[in-house]
């Protein structure tokens, strides 16, 4: 048989001509996916057996640690064990590493809850964590990660860009009879990765988010996607637009956005109100939940949002930051808008004591 015939050697079946040439591309694919599937699954089970076994040597030499009850035994034992441990299996087992994971076995030291964490993580996604105060800081990007398979390095941008605390300072606009869902929007949203200068419209700021619109949904977070901009709704014959149309995978519904220029307003309630009933009478489709409404502002009174009792009707209003302050300011000012949130809070018995600590 010639290399010609060989190479275009097909055969009969079911009547029909199947060519080697056209099989063999599908079957590269199809094998290819398997042995993809295979190797994330070994990788993910490798993980998780490491992040186990750093659990379990770090709870044993706590124990250990702690039996003695001498803090000069505790830092002879571990150098003396990490020198032993590196010599025979490699630097993974050096003081430094030793002492994390006696940290980790520390923080999480119920076996049925280091169970319970997401598997695919690995152990630098676990480092990355343990200088955090809160155990809910903690276990938010832990799950955030996973539930968006964030490396190592999309973690530590997300810890550094506060998305946990910005998280709490949004839901604490919501009460007990709000349509809003906990955790679906941020307080304030950063978007110093628009590339805006310090003056600035608000079709400016449309066109920006246009231009990066991947960074801008990423900074929505996970299961956000854009529907439509300008959404032109027609009301008593008169054209209306709603600056950004989203709809969240995660929630089931369509997420309406409207950009304002400088501070929030009383009147912006009245104007979201109009569209999300409109988009609930003439969009929401059959197993979607009631449209929510975001109102972005450059400025926010946080003391009218509070009396205008927005979340009620489904709206939540957050400020933006074009420009991201120097790291300590930023912490600062988290800090002191997360304080000033959780006093309101308290002042509407919507917190206990033990959680304003």
Request: charged share 30%; net charge negative; glycine share 6%.
């Amino acid at each position: 048989m010639s290399v010609k015939e060989n190479k275009n050697l097909s055969s009969e079946k079911n009547g029909d001509i199947v060519s080697s040439e056209n099989v063999v591309p599908q079957l590269f694919f199809d094998i290819s996916a398997l042995i993809e599937q295979s190797r994330l699954a070994i990788y993910t089970q490798a993980s998780n057996i490491s992040v186990m076994l750093f659990w379990q040597i770090g709870k044993r030499i706590n124990g250990d640690v702690l039996e003695n009850k001498r803090a000069d035994y505790g830092k002879q034992i571990v150098s003396a064990l990490a020198t032993q441990l590196t010599e025979k299996y490699g630097r993974s087992f050096e003081v430094r590493n030793l002492r994390r994971m006696m940290q980790f076995a520390e923080q999480f030291s119920d076996i049925e809850i280091v169970s319970a964490l997401p598997t695919q993580l690995s152990w630098t996604h676990f480092v990355e964590i343990l200088p955090l105060k809160s155990q809910e800081a903690k276990l938010f990007y832990l799950n955030e990660a996973a539930r968006g398979f964030v490396s190592t390095r999309g973690l530590r941008d997300m810890i550094s860009r506060k998305a946990f605390e910005r998280k709490e300072i949004a839901n604490t606009q919501i009460s007990p009879r709000s349509s809003i869902p906990v955790g679906t929007f941020k307080d304030p949203y950063l978007f110093d990765i628009l590339g805006l200068k310090d003056e600035y419209l608000e079709d400016d700021l449309e066109e920006a988010i246009l231009r990066e619109l991947e960074k801008f949904i990423l900074e929505f977070g996970k299961g956000f996607a854009l529907v439509e901009r300008q959404k032109r709704m027609i009301v008593d014959g008169r054209d209306r637009y709603l600056d950004i149309l989203f709809y969240n995978r995660d929630l089931k519904r369509l997420v309406a956005v409207e950009l304002k220029i400088g501070r929030f307003r009383a009147e912006h309630k009245g104007q979201m109100s109009l569209y999300l009933n409109w988009l609930d009478k003439y969009d929401r489709r059959e197993g979607e939940g009631a449209p929510v409404g975001l109102i972005l502002c450059s400025e926010s009174g946080r003391e009218e949002i509070e009396l205008l009792k927005l979340d009620q009707d489904g709206i939540l209003v957050a400020e933006y930051w074009t420009a991201l302050p120097p790291k300590v300011e930023f912490e600062q000012k988290i800090q002191i808008l997360l304080a000033e949130t959780r006093e309101r809070l308290a002042h509407r018995n919507l917190l206990l004591p033990e959680e304003m600590e």
